[in-house]
């Protein structure tokens, strides 16, 4: 398997870019004290580097969230698997988030929280597929932008596999599994 997959981005240009990122919310949010809402599962190894290159006082939080549909597919309908453990009215909330694709998940994410009353409401992703967007989102942090491919690794999953890979790979349609309709 591991033969098939093609480095898209490396380790070490992740932790260069994670890095940058970090400065840029430190300088952003000098001053403040921003809770950082990881979500759950794919964004876990990108926000635990994160914070290790944000040089101001942070909280963390999670959200969990499955998409239903196919596989490497988001229809959009998206369900809350663990919620964050406390209230955010009032606070200065930073979404971290895997990858945005077509936009559905944190579309209905930031409608949900929004409804919460934060007193700013920003996201950051490490990665986003522009060509795929099906409904417009502000993106305030990206990382990468990347083409129209199913990527895995560093967080990224397929069925579950290949989080623990250290840079981000394509995996190619071959891998993937079909099965019959119905
Ligand atoms: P969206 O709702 O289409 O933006 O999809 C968002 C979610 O789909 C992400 O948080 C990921 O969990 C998953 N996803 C989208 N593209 C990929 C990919 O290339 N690899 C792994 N997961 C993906």
Same mark, same amino acid.
């Given at each position: ?8 981005? #490396? ?8 890095r940058e990122l970090g400065e840029a919310i ?33 909280r963390c939080d999670f959200m969990g969230v ?7 597919? #988001? ?26 694709? =077509?936009?559905? =998940? ?13 007193? =700013?409401?920003?996201?950051? =992703? ?24 199913f990527v895995i690794g560093y967080g990224l ?26």
């Amino acid at each position: 398997m591991s033969n098939e997959w093609e480095v898209l981005i #490396s380790a070490e240009a992740l932790q260069r870019r994670v890095r940058e990122l970090g400065e840029a919310i430190s300088r952003d949010y000098a001053g403040r004290e921003p809770l950082l809402v990881g979500i759950l599962r794919g964004a876990w190894v990108f926000l635990a580097d994160l914070v290790r290159c944000i040089s101001i006082p942070i909280r963390c939080d999670f959200m969990g969230v499955s998409s239903y549909g196919p596989q490497t597919e #988001s229809q959009g309908l998206v369900r809350i698997t663990s919620d964050l453990s406390e209230p955010v009215t009032g606070q200065d909330l930073l979404v971290v988030e895997d990858i945005v694709d =077509t936009g559905l =998940t944190i579309d209905y994410l930031l409608r949900n929280l929004s409804a919460r009353r934060p007193r =700013t409401l920003k996201i950051c =992703t490490l990665l986003n597929k522009p060509d795929r967007r099906r409904v417009e989102i502000p993106l305030d942090y990206v990382g990468f932008n990347i083409p129209s491919c199913f990527v895995i690794g560093y967080g990224l999953d397929y069925n579950q596999h290949h989080r623990e890979l250290p840079f981000i790979a394509t995996l190619p349609p071959s891998a993937l599994s079909v099965s019959p309709p119905g």
